[in-house]
Nanobody, 127 residues
Framework: QVQLVESGGGLVQAGGSLTLSCAAS????????MGWFRQAPGKEREFVAA???????????YYADSVKGRFTISRHNAKNTVYLQMNSLKPEDTAVYYC?????????????????WGQGTQVTVSS
């Protein structure tokens, strides 16, 4: 069983930056694809970003159009951690952000069919 714990959320002004972290338990973290999703009040959970697993050093990153160019996903396998660097934040980025892991490295990473989920961390962007 894998446990995911997010941190780094908070309150920030529009135009500011935050970095979210997701710490994973388990020794097979490097074999999971990892993703970030978010859910705003009254809205469906939506895909934000994902990063593939890799047997070597090359990873593939995927982003929702709404965050492309502003957010960067990365991973540090030795630390069992995935990050989401968020720049140029907008009020519409306000949501609970969830970290997720999936065993199947193929398929559509924007599909919320992930195997493991964290408890979420609140990000609030004030105007």
């Amino acid at each position: 069983q894998v446990q995911l714990v997010e941190s780094g959320g908070g309150l920030v002004q529009a135009g500011g930056s935050l970095t979210l972290s997701c710490a994973a338990s388990g020794r097979t973290f490097s074999t999971y694809a990892m993703g970030w999703f978010r859910q705003a009040p009254g809205k469906e959970r939506e895909f934000v970003a994902a990063i593939s697993w890799s047997a070597g050093s090359a990873y593939y990153a995927y982003y929702a159009d709404s965050v492309k160019g502003r957010f960067t996903i990365s991973r540090h396998n030795a630390k069992n951690t995935v990050y989401l660097q968020m720049n140029s934040l907008k009020p519409e980025d306000t949501a609970v952000y969830y970290c997720a892991g999936r065993i199947d490295g193929s398929g559509d990473y924007s599909d919320p069919d992930y195997d493991y989920w964290g408890q979420g961390t609140q990000v609030t962007v004030s105007s």
